[in-house]
């Protein structure tokens, strides 16, 4: 077997659990893009972007709810690259696998900056508030005093 693309290790983590899990599993099916063979390559690729597609919009949901303010930035970032992983889905139909061993590879390079830049600090201000989405019945942040 290939090696992965992207290993998980501790250095990923954000010390979110929700993100964190959601996190190894992205590396997870990274992987898999990775190492498919030529045959494999569109299958695991669909299963990689509804993954991706969950997960990035599990986080813009969380930006909004609590209206975090570099939001725009963060959602621009998922955006260019799910707008990227469709475009290699439409090649990869057509017989171009090896784009997605591409992708895979940059996905790789991209996704550490991301998680422990943008993700942390969107962890770290969801504790800072209080806001847990992982809890039942806790759809909204709680309001923070007027200063």
């Known amino acids: 077997m290939s090696e992965p693309v992207l290993a998980w290790t501790d250095q990923l983590a954000i010390g979110h659990a929700t993100m964190d899990n959601t996190h190894r599993e ?4 990274l992987n898999r893009v990775g190492v498919a063979p030529d045959a494999g390559v569109l299958a695991a690729l669909d299963d990689f972007i509804a993954h991706t597609e969950a ?3 599990q986080e813009e949901q969380w930006m909004d709810a609590i209206e975090f303010p570099p939001r725009g930035c963060h959602r621009g970032e998922h955006d260019k690259v ?3 992983v469709r475009e290699v889905r439409k090649r990869v139909a057509t017989g171009d696998v090896q784009i ?3 992708l ?5 390079e991209w996704f550490p900056q991301h998680a422990l830049s943008m993700d942390a600090i969107l962890a770290m201000h969801m504790t800072e508030i209080g806001y847990a989405p992982q809890s039942p019945g ?3 942040p709680p309001r923070l005093p007027l200063l």
């Open 100 to 102: 997605a061993r591409t």
């Open 138 to 140: 806790n759809s909204a």
């Open 82 to 84: 799910l707008e990227t």
């Open 55 to 57: 997960h990035f919009s």
């Open 26 to 29: 992205f590396v997870e099916q």
């Open 104 to 108: 895979a590879a940059a996905l790789a």
